[in-house]
């Protein structure tokens, strides 16, 4: 019956104990212990050497069979975060956040165009104030209870609109959404060296990561036509070129 290499071992130094009690026996002087039981006790000994070896070796085999368990399993699992549907939903929701992160910029540049004509109709009263002889100072459009320029308008009394920081906005967007525990400023910092570095590599570095997000990240032949010079070699530095004809993004 095969032994842990515990018991084994102790089944051992017990026969060896034996052994040597025999042996001081003899030296003194005991007639009783027989050669026999010498030769005996040396045999059992050399045997539990060999049951020591065979618990080694059983517990080697353990060892290395739960290894190989270990990895199997740990090759399967990476196999299905490579090939399995994971990234899918990774593409999606980055998807979804490319289209929110979009409709806010959409809608802050909305306001601020709305902000900047308000602003340019009170600065043309301001000019027929002026030169009309009613006033020589800026903001005479106060008599009416409003003023401003491009950049802002105000109503004293009720607030004030200022032109929105579309970068602000949507950085806050970003750190808002990642949160604020240990992951979280994590990858706000991560964030933060990204977006201060190299933004084109950045994006280049992840496509070639995770191809899968290609689509996620493409824009269409649409909009890549619609954007100005400048802007249709950004999306190319980023490898965010449309796909050609007949080919899917």
Request: net charge positive; hydrophobic share 45%; no cysteine.
């Given at each position: 019956m095969p032994r842990d290499l515990a018991t084994a071992q102790a089944e051992l130094d017990e026969a060896r104990a034996v052994l040597g009690t025999l042996q001081e026996q003899v030296r003194d002087g005991d007639t009783?212990?027989?050669p026999q039981q010498l030769a005996d006790q040396r045999e059992l000994i050399s045997f539990a050497?060999?049951?020591?070896e065979a618990a080694e070796r059983t517990e080697t085999r353990a060892r290395e069979d739960h290894r190989a368990a270990l990895g199997a399993a740990a090759k399967e699992a990476a196999e299905q975060l490579i090939t399995g549907p994971g990234m899918d939903e990774v593409a999606a929701a980055t998807r979804a956040a490319v289209d929110?992160?979009?409709r806010l910029a959409q809608v802050a540049y909305d306001r601020n165009e709305r902000i900047a004509e308000v602003g340019t109709q009170l600065a043309r009263l301001d000019d027929d104030l002026i030169a009309a002889g009613e006033t020589s100072e800026r903001w005479g459009?106060?008599?009416y209870g409003v003023w401003g320029d491009r950049s802002r308008v105000i109503v004293p009394g009720t607030g004030r609109a200022p032109s929105l920081d579309v970068g602000a906005l949507t950085t806050v967007a970003v750190i808002a959404g990642v949160g604020s525990d240990a992951r979280g400023r994590e990858a706000q910092t991560s964030?933060?060296?990204h977006f201060h570095g190299l933004r084109d590599q950045v994006v280049r570095n992840l496509l070639e990561a995770y191809p899968q997000l290609a689509a996620a990240l493409a824009v269409s032949r649409e909009e890549f036509a619609a954007a100005d010079e400048r802007g249709r070699y950004v999306l190319t530095e980023q490898g965010r070129r449309p796909a050609p004809e007949g080919v899917s993004a």
């Open positions: 009783s212990v027989t050497e060999l049951r020591v929110a992160i979009a459009s106060r008599k964030h933060a060296g």
